[in-house]
């Protein structure tokens, strides 16, 4: 498991999972501890209590990583040998129907990762403005068609509101065609998710603190599945920041926290025959210097 792999694990150190989901990474980071090793997950998914690890070096915690910080602070925590990340949507998420994650089924509009929170994907379709509606579209789905999908999805309900994905997929039907349908509804679901769950504010948080918390020579290991959320932690780990170079000396230099540790890795044919989910996947590992 190239992701485990890349924290380079020491039997008496301390880990982070931030995203637990069926617990598969944990399992693998687990098997590489010793007796004194520890091992932290987050997971905001109550179902993801449901997979939870029978073993004392193992603490569960039900929040989202942009709080990662915080909640080892509340465990006695201040610094952590690695950190694991694999960002997007759980496959337990995209395999129950009624969560509305996966564009395969008909489903209430609903994609909550936390299923506590108020906004949803019905509130966001049904009560946000045409601008709101077209930025989302557009930023997060990087749909070109974003002004004219907004347009049409306030035109419809203004006649009854947009309960589920079947009539979603109905309202927006002229923008997919046969042989692309897949792409753009995934497109579509992939900005509607992300605003929903504000992964974008999430992961820059959570970014920012993994330097502080992570040990001289610690390691981060992320796994992002779209080019926003890749871009994210590439341009952290090149420069500590997510826009503009840092202030450079009169050298030319700059100090970062991170340096990144080999290439951008990504999923072999083999890999991707076996999970098709993993197509898109891109590893990038850092150490903290």
Avoid: W
């Avoid at 990474?25 to 090793?37: N, P, Q, T, V, Y």
């Avoid at 349908?181 to 679901?189: D, G, H, P, S």
Wanted: no cysteine; glycine share 6%; net charge negative.
């Amino acid at each position: 498991m190239e992701t485990v792999d890349g924290l380079n694990i020491k039997p008496d150190g301390i880990y982070v999972d931030v995203t637990f989901g069926g617990g598969g990474h944990s399992k693998e980071i687990l098997k590489r501890l010793g007796a004194d090793g520890k091992l932290f997950a987050f997971d905001q998914d109550l179902d993801a209590l449901e997979n939870a690890i029978d073993d004392q070096r193992f603490t569960l915690i039900n929040e989202n990583f942009r709080y990662v910080k915080r909640f080892l602070r509340f465990h006695g925590v201040k610094q952590v040998d690695g950190v694991l990340a694999d960002f997007g949507v759980s496959s337990h998420q995209f395999d129950v129907a009624e969560r509305g994650f996966s564009t395969r089924f008909d489903a209430n509009l609903d994609m909550r990762m936390n299923q506590q929170n108020e906004l949803s994907a019905l509130k966001v379709v049904n009560e946000y403005s045409e601008e709101q509606l077209k930025n989302v579209l557009y930023q997060y789905g990087e749909l070109r068609a974003a002004p004219a999908m907004a347009r049409l999805i306030v035109e419809y309900r203004e006649n009854e509101p947009i309960v589920t994905s079947k009539q979603l997929k109905e309202v927006l039907k002229k923008f997919l065609p046969p042989r692309h349908e897949n792409k753009v509804l995934a497109q579509i679901y992939q900005a509607i998710r992300i605003e929903v769950n504000q992964e974008i504010e999430a992961l820059k948080e959570f970014l920012l603190q993994t330097p502080e918390i992570l040990t001289e020579g610690g390691r981060l290991s992320f796994i992002s599945y779209h080019s926003l959320e890749d871009r994210l932690v590439k341009r952290f780990i090149r420069n500590g920041m997510f826009e503009g170079e840092p202030e450079r000396d009169v050298f030319g230099n700059f100090e970062v926290p991170l340096k990144k540790v080999n290439g951008l890795i990504v999923p072999t044919m083999e890999e991707i025959k076996i999970n098709n989910r993993a197509r898109s996947a891109k590893l990038r590992i850092a150490e903290k210097i």
